[in-house]
Nanobody, 127 residues
Framework: QLQLVESGGGLVQPGGSLRLSCVTS????????IGWFRQAPGKEREGISCLNIGGTYRNYADFVMGRFTISKDVAKKAVYLEMNSLNPEDTAIYYC????????????????????WGQGTQVTVSS
């Protein structure tokens, strides 16, 4: 059974940093793209970044503006999202998701095309 578990969220002050983790199980990571998404209250879920685990492709949403970095540790079956220079507009529930790499690349930042999701982790940026 494919499973994704996020962790690392919390309360951080504006300008601060967080590192989110997504630990996977039940599938071969190298056959998938792992993505990070977020959903703020009253807003639609939006794509942040994706990483082709078996290749080199990665992409970021425009709003990231160099503040976030996606990375992987295949031995630990994990994907990370390092977030810096956080601001209150980054407050949201953050999710990781998986999509097979054989067809998923065009949908890197399109949440509705992804079919395996974690439960989410809350990130709150506030002073």
């Amino acid at each position: 059974q494919l499973q994704l578990v996020e962790s690392g969220g919390g309360l951080v002050q504006p300008g601060g940093s967080l590192r989110l983790s997504c630990v996977t199980s039940g599938f071969t990571m190298e056959d998938y793209i792992i993505g990070w998404f977020r959903q703020a209250p009253g807003k639609e879920r939006e794509g942040i970044s994706c990483l082709n685990i078996g290749g080199t492709y990665r992409n970021y949403a425009d709003f990231v503006m160099g503040r976030f970095t996606i990375s992987k540790d295949v031995a630990k079956k994990a994907v990370y999202l390092e977030m810096n220079s956080l601001n209150p507009e980054d407050t949201a529930i953050y999710y990781c998701a998986a999509i097979p790499s054989r067809y998923g690349l065009p949908y890197c930042l399109t949440p509705r095309m992804w079919n395996v999701w974690g439960q989410g982790t809350q990130v709150t940026v506030s002073s």
